[in-house]
């Protein structure tokens, strides 16, 4: 094996393009300790980095014969990393826009959602206030106590026909008021 430490970055340029693995090898451990670094400070994620670094040099493998440097190695290397890193973190901003839309959106809806219900609850109160006050009673027992019919009857001493009737005309009173919104609660 001949020793490549010695040679050029140019000689190494050209051996490569010819093939030679040593030649890549020996520009592989010049540069990527010093790529490595540069990646690693501006993603701050060594891992990130590290794979920004291998596809430099997987490239710079793949295009070895169609590679043409018009600056010294390390001039190319050196932007090579910095477009890479620029896609990195465009690609990180734009995932980042993503997910906020897509959070607010979210936060947004369920946000509208619990306004409208919250309305949708203060509009039953006062529907179910409106009440007459044994018919008030009775559906409050059916529909907060979820008590049956016939232990509404038994408490309050009056008989199923009668719960049923109130029920009924309190379930009519909400539908006019409430409308659409009442199949939702009841």
Known sequence: ???LKTYTDTDLTTLMAQGDHD?????????WKRLFHIASLRLNDPEEAEEVVQ??????WDRREKLEITTSLNAYLAMSVKYRIIK??????????????????????????WLEFLDLKEI???????LPEKC??????????????????????????????????????LRK??????????
């Open 88 to 113: 990195v973190l465009d690609k990180h901003y734009n995932q980042q826009k993503y997910v906020e839309s897509i959070t607010k959106s979210i936060l947004d809806d369920s946000t509208q959602q």
């Open 177 to 186: 008021k409430l409308g659409r919104f009442l199949s939702l609660l009841l």
């Open 1 to 3: 094996m001949i020793e």
């Open 124 to 130: 039953l109160e006062k529907t179910v206030a409106e």
């Open 23 to 31: 030649a890549f090898t020996e520009i592989y451990k010049r540069y």
């Open 55 to 60: 596809n430099i040099f997987v490239t710079l």
């Open 136 to 173: 008030q009673l009775v559906f409050r027992m059916s529909r907060d106590r979820h008590m049956s019919q016939k232990e509404i009857a038994r408490e309050l001493d009056i008989t199923e026909k009668t719960v049923e009737a109130h029920i009924g005309k309190a379930i009519k009173t």
